[in-house]
């Protein structure tokens, strides 16, 4: 499994929104972690969470939020 890079998209293997991959300066103040740095829309809000790379998976197209 490869690392993922800032502006990729990705979601959840179970299923889910798909996310956008910040950046890891964002997030400087962690240690080395497994833990990645991801943001989606939902109900006009910006929503950020740490997701664990062994459950995210690359996504293609546009974001959830971006449909009409």
């Given at each position: 499994?490869?690392?993922?890079e800032?502006g990729?998209?990705?979601?959840?293997?179970?299923?889910?929104?798909t996310?956008?991959?910040?950046?890891?300066?964002?997030?400087?103040?962690?240690?080395?972690?497994?833990?990645?740095?991801?943001?989606?829309?939902?109900k006009?809000?910006?929503?950020?969470?740490?997701?664990?790379?062994?459950?995210?998976?690359p996504?293609?197209?546009?974001?959830?939020?971006?449909k009409?």
């Amino acid at each position: 499994m490869g690392t993922f890079e800032p502006g990729a998209l990705v979601r959840l293997r179970s299923g889910g929104k798909t996310m956008v991959v910040k950046h890891a300066s964002s997030i400087s103040q962690l240690p080395e972690t497994s833990l990645l740095l991801c943001e989606y829309r939902a109900k006009n809000r910006l929503v950020q969470g740490f997701y664990a790379i062994r459950d995210l998976i690359p996504a293609s197209g546009n974001p959830d939020s971006e449909k009409s």
